[in-house]
T-cell receptor
Framework: DAGVIQSPRHEVTEMGQEVTLRCKPISGHNSLFWYRQTMMRGLELLIYFNNNVPIDDSGMPEDRFSAKMPNASFSTLKIQPSEPRDSAVYFC????????????FGPGTRLTVL | AQTVTQSQPEMSVQEAETVTLSCTYDTSESDYYLFWYKQPPSRQMILVIRQEAYKQQNATENRFSVNFQKAAKSFSLKISDSQLGDAAMYFCAYRSAKGAQKLVFGQGTRLTINP
């Protein structure tokens, strides 16, 4: 069974550009999470969805960030406009909707904003 | 809000020896789950072991075991017979059993295995 798929794996862009990160969760999983990893702040949750509905977006840093989950097999995280401080590794994870269930992480997208 | 603290930024151990990584957490909840994740240089996050707070018995997975002290809010990871492939960042994480499903991570411990 394929794991969580993220694209692109690496993204280099210039400040002010729009960036879209993509995620395909594991089939049958109904919870999807977006995390960000930086040296300064470590791993932190940005937003998560249950059954395609955003449940907690309190970690989204500001209005420049938006996330959507139009169906059970696809989610996007968009940054517009991007800034150098957005440079980080962005992880998508999915799980079945129970607290004890393991969250399976994708390989991450390394974003560099110049 | 829950917090997770890993007080050891770096640890090293000789191959085949045993090492223990520390983790403490703060919560007012009584029902929750604790996890250790491994992140090798490939940056893939891999679940190592999981502990349910309502279980008194410490979880074990082959060479990996935990020492879960609920009253002390402590959750350490012991790696026995360390192998070169164990070299990685290790993250302790907390997840509420009710309500928020997000993982709250510690800052991580970088483990080096000396041959």
């Amino acid at each position: 069974d394929a794991g969580v798929i993220q694209s692109p794996r690496h993204e280099v862009t210039e400040m002010g550009q729009e960036v879209t990160l993509r995620c395909k969760p594991i089939s049958g999983h109904n919870s999807l999470f977006w995390y960000r990893q930086t040296m300064m702040r470590g791993l932190e949750l940005l937003i998560y969805f249950n059954n395609n509905v955003p449940i907690d977006d309190s970690g989204m840093p500001e209005d420049r960030f938006s996330a959507k989950m139009p169906n059970a097999s696809f989610s996007t995280l968009k940054i517009q406009p991007s800034e150098p401080r957005d440079s980080a590794v962005y992880f998508c994870a999915s799980s079945r909707k129970r607290a004890y269930n393991e969250q399976f992480f994708g390989p991450g997208t390394r974003l560099t904003v110049l | 809000a829950q917090t997770v603290t890993q007080s050891q930024p770096e640890m090293s151990v000789q191959e085949a020896e045993t090492v223990t990584l520390s983790c403490t957490y703060d919560t007012s909840e009584s029902d929750y789950y604790l996890f250790w994740y491994k992140q090798p240089p490939s940056r893939q996050m891999i679940l190592v072991i999981r502990q349910e707070a309502y279980k008194q018995q410490n979880a074990t997975e082959n060479r990996f075991s935990v020492n879960f002290q609920k009253a002390a809010k402590s959750f350490s990871l012991k790696i026995s017979d360390s192998q070169l492939g164990d070299a990685a960042m290790y993250f302790c994480a907390y997840r509420s059993a009710k309500g928020a499903q997000k993982l709250v991570f510690g800052q991580g411990t970088r483990l080096t295995i000396n041959p």
